[in-house]
């Protein structure tokens, strides 16, 4: 008896505020930075596997990349199969915004183990998603520890997708806003009271995951010296983004024709991941640049000089080798590899007209793509401007909200919209 009222004791001590006057420091604020620091160590752990996974596969090249994507795909279906479906982005988001805010991390290891068989061995999408999921439903369960409810619950598990954002792209800001704005494709701040929580938590994974892989400050991509040249450029953008809007309708309604396919193939989701891992290895053997999701394949499309036609088969197979990824059930997010089809098409319209700047082309084609698939145009603007050391951000803004306004009406993640819709 004597242990257990120690033990209700400290529990009614962590319902109270910790006075610290004369500073605003509370017990949310530390709950804040706690997601963070787990997050941050979640994303560390998971990166640092993923990369040692990604050197021992890339051992298996040339033809025999055919049967390593299928056997990593059909061990991911299985994965699945047998320890449960983890789900896709678009769960995580109906759980934000119409289950309370709630992420259950029953299903973490299904999406840990496949998701790293899937972008460890080749597949089209990144572990944006996977981490997404881990971090997010990290702070959901810190909340119910400490008995949250509401929106305090919601914006704890806000705060530990922030700090999975964060981690995997190294933007504090960008990461915590698409945290935010990911979640409803026109009102962005409807979730406006879960932005200090995703901010603390990003700051604080962000220390942690560059202390574990040893992140330098800088761009991630490095694009050639843009030099602003007037507001002609602004109307480059917006045209440059149009372009770039085209070609991510082309990819949101060849996924859904993708999508289709599959579900017409009424067998085991480890036949469905067999079959995209053979036709992700057949794409790969033919174009080995669009294997994997783009972190390092960006900087190769910059510092080589690929032929016209080449960049266009890259572009075309890039999009099939996303679409099919995310529609046979392989798992992982598919930003980074929106980046990469928008680097290329942005290489291809300089290629054409070479009197347009080059990294203003490939900033605005990115922008513009990621805009109008994940709706996202006041993050995706920030994202860019650090993963590219873009400094001028009226243009690459100028273009994300092409793309966020020209976007198809029905959106790619559909739980963005509202329920009614």
Not at 87 to 96: A, Q, R, S, T, Y
Not at 154 to 173: E, V
């Amino acid at each position: 008896m004597k242990i257990k009222r120690k033990l209700i004791s400290y529990s009614n001590l962590l319902d109270q505020p910790i006075k610290f006057n004369p500073f605003v420091f509370n017990r949310t604020f530390l709950l804040w930075a706690l997601v963070g620091l787990i997050g941050g160590v979640i994303a560390g752990t998971y990166w640092v596997v993923l990369e040692f996974l990604i050197h021992k596969i890339a051992f298996f090249d040339g033809w025999l990349v055919i049967p390593t994507m299928a056997i990593c795909g059909l061990l991911a279906g299985l994965v699945i199969h047998f320890i449960g479906d983890p789900g896709e982005i678009d769960l995580i988001v109906d759980n934000i915004r119409f289950n309370k805010g709630k992420l259950t991390p029953k299903n973490n290891p299904s999406m840990v183990l496949s998701s790293l068989l899937c972008v460890a061995s080749g597949g089209s999408l990144g572990p944006e998603a996977p981490l997404v999921q881990v971090t997010g439903s990290t702070g959901t369960w810190l909340g119910k520890i400490f008995r949250l409810k509401g929106e305090e619950l919601r914006s704890l598990s806000i705060a530990g997708m922030a700090s999975g954002f964060t981690a995997l792209f190294g933007a504090p800001l960008g990461g915590s806003l698409f945290s935010l704005e990911i979640l409803h494709h026109k009102h962005a701040v409807e979730y406006y009271k879960a932005i200090m929580p995703a901010l603390v938590a990003s700051c604080f994974s962000y220390i942690v995951f560059s202390l574990i892989i040893h992140l330098g400050l800088g761009a991630t991509w490095t694009l050639p010296t843009y030099q602003f040249s007037g507001a002609f450029d602004f109307g480059i953008a917006v045209l440059l983004a149009i372009i770039a809007t085209i070609v991510g309708w082309i990819f949101i309604y060849c996924t859904k024709f993708l999508k289709s396919v599959f579900k017409k193939i009424k067998t085991a989701i480890y036949i469905k991941t067999l079959i995209g891992g053979i036709l992700l290895g057949l794409i790969s053997y033919y174009y080995p640049l669009t294997r994997y999701f783009g972190h390092e394949e960006i900087n190769s499309l910059l510092n080589n000089d690929f032929s016209i036609n080449a960049l266009f088969l890259i572009l075309i197979f890039k999009i099939l080798a996303i679409s099919v990824t995310v529609t046979s059930g392989w798992r992982g997010g598919f930003i980074i590899p929106l980046f990469f089809v928008g680097t290329t098409l942005g290489l291809i319209i300089h290629h054409f007209f070479p009197s347009i700047n080059v990294s203003l082309a490939i900033i605005c084609c990115m922008a513009g793509i990621n805009a109008c698939v994940t709706r996202t145009p006041m993050s995706t603007t920030i994202l860019l401007a650090t993963l590219t050391g873009f400094s001028y951000f009226i243009p690459i803004l100028f273009a994300s909200l092409t793309g966020y306004f020209l976007a198809p009406r029905t959106a790619f993640i559909g739980s963005q919209m509202d329920k009614k819709a």
